[in-house]
């Protein structure tokens, strides 16, 4: 079945370092692919999404990838802020050939901590 | 537009016994999913309605069961509450179709003692 692997955390980074989040999926189908942020006591919100191959997702200066060639979506931000401090899910929708569905599947998560 | 509402936003049960979670989507969506939020097993989806029929169902036992009424507004129940039920539930709605985003509530958080 459809899966989604995300590298472990927590990630701990200084204010203004290169980030970097590795995911990759698995899908039978044409998925979409999308990148959710969830900060502390609250839901999840769309950080950016990629709805088929070679598109980049952009948002707040965070940027992916949609590598067909790779299954990769892969999660990268120049200057992190510690207000990026968050748990990061990456999620693909795939709802197969004729099929109907915003189903999402998600990675694991990875906390992210900045540091001042 | 107002966003997705969940209700209530904390709940204590005992084991045994059953509990309805309420969601309110955002106006004009027609799609609604859920999906449990745990330590263990990460975010797992549950079930998905669309126009008051569920067209996609998760693996979960019998014990979860939802529902969707004609104004999208859903519920989601569970019986014979089980320790491990203890998590975040989370509701999603999303714009007619597929490819979309799904717009996330709060949650409500269930705690089984």
């Known amino acids: 079945g459809d899966s989604v692997t995300q590298m472990e955390g927590p990630v701990t980074l200084s204010e203004e370092a290169f980030l970097t989040i590795n995911c990759t999926y698995t899908a039978t189908g044409y998925p979409s692919l999308f990148w959710y942020v969830q900060y502390p006591g609250e839901g999840l919100q769309l950080l950016l999404k990629?709805?088929?191959?070679?598109d980049k997702g952009s948002n707040k200066g965070f940027e992916a990838t949609y590598r067909k060639e790779t299954t990769s979506f892969h999660l990268e931000k120049g200057s992190v802020q510690v207000s990026d401090s968050a748990v990061y899910f990456c999620a693909l929708s795939d709802p197969g050939y004729g099929g109907a569905t915003n189903k999402l599947i998600f990675g694991t998560g990875t906390l992210l901590a900045v540091q001042p | 537009k107002a966003g997705v509402t969940q209700t209530p936003r904390y709940l204590i049960k005992t084991r045994g016994q059953q509990v309805t979670l309420s969601c309110s989507p955002i106006s004009g969506h027609r799609s609604v999913s859920w999906y449990q939020q745990t330590p263990g097993q990460g975010l797992q989806f549950l079930f998905e309605y669309f126009s008051e029929t569920q067209r996609n169902k998760g693996n979960f036992p019998g014990r979860f069961s939802g529902r969707q009424f004609s104004n999208s507004r859903s519920e989601m129940n569970v019986s014979t509450l089980e320790l491990g039920d203890s998590a975040l539930y989370l509701c999603?709605?999303?714009?007619?179709?597929?490819?979309?985003?799904?717009?996330f509530g709060p949650g409500t958080r269930l705690t089984v003692l």
């Open positions: 999603a709605s999303s714009p007619e179709g597929s490819y979309n985003e799904q717009f």
């Open positions: 990629a709805t088929k191959a070679d």
